[in-house]
């Protein structure tokens, strides 16, 4: 097997797996990274969404050997301290539920914004469309992003 050097949340990591090895299961089992979760396995409901040089990626279907020299982060590195706007705004509007879905939705959600910090109600709704909440907190994630949107 391969050894992988990985980029991940600012520090290297090495991982020996195979070539196919979704990139989901080197962060879970092979790093520790709990954070981010398995939801489906065939990139329908978000729940294992991670940052790929900064665009939202599903990780349960990334391929460790398409990263190559790609900058990771997970829900982990977002913030040191949990501090992140999306982070902030989901604490203060109260998002979670059960809160499976909740760090794929805020990685989604901190992508979108990078992007674009003040997006249009159609512009989050097209955005987090891939980030299935089993809860159907969906309003609430809405009102969290559009408040994290005027704290970045």
Known sequence: MPAYNLLI???????????DTPLL??????LGLLGTKYGCGVAQCGAC?????????????LPVSAIKTSAVTTIEGLSELGDHPVQAAWDEVDVPQCGYCQAG????????????????DKEIAAAMNGNICRCGAYHRIHEAIKLAGTKI
């Open 25 to 30: 299961w080197v962060l879970r089992d092979h």
């Open 49 to 61: 969404t991670v940052h790929l040089n900064g665009a939202a990626v599903k990780s349960c279907v």
């Open 105 to 120: 939705q805020i990685m989604t959600a901190a992508a979108l914004l990078k992007k674009n910090a003040h997006p249009a």
């Open 9 to 19: 949340n600012g520090k290297q990591h090495t991982a020996d797996v195979a070539a």
